[in-house]
Nanobody, 124 residues
Framework: QVQLVESGGGLVQAGGSLRLSCTAS????????MGWFRQAPGKEREFVAT????????SYAGSVKGRFTVSRVNAKNTVYLQMNSLKPEDTAIYYC?????????????????WGQGTQVTVSS
């Protein structure tokens, strides 16, 4: 079973930047796609970004495209989410997750391991 630990969340002003990290234990990290999701208070968990096993393919939610960048370093068992031009509506708990396959997917049921989440708060 893969364990995922997110870090890098915090409080930032609108227009600022944060970089989230997610480090995985276990040997399957480098062969699986990874995803970032978020959940704001009172809302359902939503897709943010995903990256294929080799980092060559990525996909983003429309609301973050052009502002967020997902990347990974398999040698470090780590996936990143660089968040620029942050907006108050980006405030949420951010989760990383491991997909069941190697290809990008935005579908929550296709992820089988989740981190505990890290809070991102953007003030106006």
């Amino acid at each position: 079973q893969v364990q995922l630990v997110e870090s890098g969340g915090g409080l930032v002003q609108a227009g600022g930047s944060l970089r989230l990290s997610c480090t995985a234990s276990g040997r399957t990290f480098s062969t699986k796609a990874m995803g970032w999701f978020r959940q704001a208070p009172g809302k359902e968990r939503e897709f943010v970004a995903t990256i294929s096993w080799d980092g060559r393919s990525t996909s983003y939610a429309g609301s973050v495209k052009g502002r967020f960048t997902v990347s990974r370093v398999n040698a470090k068992n780590t996936v990143y989410l660089q968040m620029n031009s942050l907006k108050p509506e980006d405030t949420a708990i951010y989760y990383c997750a491991k997909a069941q396959s190697a290809v990008v997917t935005f579908r929550i049921p296709e992820y089988d391991s989740w981190g505990q989440g890290t809070q991102v708060t953007v003030s106006s």
